[in-house]
């Protein structure tokens, strides 16, 4: 599996990638299908995903195997001009294809947003995860996330919890010894 910096000629595979995800923890969700995709979502997809890869500020990565899309992440600064983004950078979206789930796909374009985060000198990290989606929910927390206490308004009278990554805590011991282990 490769990471490697998405190019415009990638806008149709990481369609199909956003998709196929938002698809598959939407529906476990509780949402259907139809609330899920439609023509104008796509639309609104393809204009935001070309967006954010031409954009000098943002970065999108695309997680490859044997050539194939098999996973995304994009990455920048804050989108609420409420946050300080000489303090913060965010995690605008990591989507892998459910066949793709486990095998560490997810945990390499993660990296890479660390990795980001470090490049750009930013001390933390936030994002947005749906409350439904306790696979990401659970994701996150495994990487070092935690709720920040924000939230905003779903669908299906859901709601998407901000969650907030701290680089110091990433590099800090699990454990200090004591004394007497010195």
């Known amino acids: 599996m490769e990471v490697r910096e998405a190019m415009l000629a990638d806008v149709d595979g990481i369609i199909d990638v956003h998709t196929r995800a938002r698809l598959a923890y939407y529906r476990a969700g509780g949402l259907a299908p139809e609330a899920i995709v439609n023509p104008a979502l796509e639309r609104e997809q393809r204009t935001g995903w070309t967006a954010a890869i031409e954009s000098p500020h943002k970065r999108v990565l695309c997680g490859a195997v044997d050539g194939r899309i098999v996973g995304v992440a994009a990455m920048g600064p804050p989108l609420s001009s409420q946050v300080d983004a000489s303090a913060v950078g965010q995690l605008y979206q990591i989507h892998v294809v459910p066949g793709n789930w486990g095998k560490g796909i997810g945990s390499a374009l993660h990296a890479s947003f660390v990795r980001y985060l470090e490049d750009v000198s930013l001390p933390a990290g936030m994002l947005e ?15 070092g996330w ?37």
């Open 129 to 143: 995860v749906w409350e439904r989606n306790r696979r990401a929910r659970a994701f996150y927390v495994r990487h």
């Open 146 to 182: 935690k709720p920040d206490g924000q939230f905003r308004a779903g669908p299906d009278d859901s709601k998407y919890i901000g969650m907030r990554l701290e680089l110091m805590a990433l590099a800090a011991p699990a454990s200090t010894p004591s004394c007497g282990e010195c």
